[in-house]
């Protein structure tokens, strides 16, 4: 899929990287950027959509179908990190979001991951998909069209 | 409570330290241990009482109400380890495991950690204390009974 | 040991619980609070001694020899907690944090959990004990004495 | 990139989801199959190129420069699942891993994701590229053209 644009991000969350997420390579380990885009999709959600609670309120759950990132350069302990998100592609039960991920540093930031997740809608007793609700979809719609071009 | 005795252990499960587990120091992190510990019980209740999701079956969770660690040594991505783990104190709707962690070397086993759980049994709907059942009593008096003294 | 007072802490920091940290009970798993511990540890730290790296850049590191986490009450994803924290027991390469966990709720605040941790201070290469600087303690009683009683 | 064949896999390594892998919805969180990718590839560097822990100690490290998961399926706790491994494209400073992750029933596997990781060698101590060492490259061809068709 194309490259992820620094552009066009409509919302973005902070986090500082915690020791327990270093290993012993002294870097963030690869698997906790993964957590990251999720902290960032959750207040994504809360922000734009009501929460995640919400969705799963209504009997339906979103699956993580597929994750890709790209790590540009190592991270470190106690790094402030900012992770910005953006969500689009919806189409039946699916919906894509993608990832910037930028180090803060005192003169600026710079791009230390980017990637992206493919999300399904399903139903939370059978798992089996289901579509996009209408209020979620215009939720997002309203959100990405805000968003700064 | 008393120190864990090197003795009387029903069973062990080993494993061996994931990359991941690992920190910036170098080391396994100190939640680790955690994952550890519930390892070994998962195994513990496998062969003993059915396994865990046999529990969960039946309408009951088994909460952990309080955790307890010592660290004796440091232990590296790739170590070995054996977690040796028993279950007692069965009063009302609580029990509790011990647990004996050791590093397996070519010569023998070093102890690098020990420690104890204490768990509650809860309705799993609810979260309400309820009585450990009669079964799964039985099923962890007669492990213990026939643990090597 | 004595149990956690509610009085006396010098420092809080706040998290909220992230859906990586929940388990299939459906609440947060037992080993994500002493992460949380290990955050307000680290925000301490950075407040009132210059930071963990700073440690870490002297030569010296503070392993974790000991924790305990009594569990209160179940906690759930998106869940706001305060983990508050105070250190004392300096004695030779040795000290110790209490910490008091909170669910924030909109009409004030309940404890779900208390515990505490023991550190020892080592040298960084050879992981052999070695006296808590002079500097580092000082910050830390400092900071003790300044705490609400 | 092309989509992972089943057949061809050099190694494979066997895992049963922890509980303490599984989130709010009842199953493994999306961040577990990182982990559980690096297992399968820290057995796999062990049984062809003298480990992770010999590569380290040349002065070299591997670093994650980008990770890929397709998920096939939702992964319960508990549940034994079998990771295939092989290697190749090693060009330079970089190798690819590919993976292919079942699920172990009593009749059979079922395939519940797939995907693959991208690494590039650095100095252990500038972070800078270098070239996979002869050694490295050597074991790797060797392993995978013993691989099964």
Redesign the interface.
């Known amino acids: 899929m194309a490259a992820v644009s620094e552009e066009g991000f409509s919302h973005s969350t902070e986090v500082a990287v915690?020791?327990?997420e270093?290993?012993?390579?002294?870097?963030a380990?690869?698997?906790?950027y993964?957590?990251w885009y999720?902290?960032a999709r959750?207040d994504y959600l809360?922000r734009f959509a009501g929460?995640?609670?919400r969705i799963r309120g209504q009997g339906i759950?979103a699956?993580?179908?597929?994750?890709?990132?790209?790590?540009?350069g190592?991270v470190?302990?106690?790094d402030r990190l900012r992770i910005s998100v953006r969500c689009g592609d919806l189409r039946g039960a699916r919906f894509r979001f993608d990832y910037l991920i930028e180090r803060l540093t005192e003169t600026g930031a710079e791009q230390v991951a980017d990637g992206w997740?493919l999300h399904a809608v399903v139903d939370r007793e059978t798992?089996r998909p289901t579509r996009l609700p209408a209020w979620l979809r215009e939720a997002i719609e309203l959100a990405e069209a805000g968003a700064p071009a």
Chains 1, 2, 3, 4 share one sequence.
């Open positions: 915690r020791f327990a270093t290993d012993a390579q002294g870097i380990h690869n698997a906790a993964l957590v999720e902290v959750v809360a929460g995640y609670n759950e699956l993580t179908i597929e994750t890709h990132v790209r790590y540009l190592a470190h302990f106690d997740t798992f």
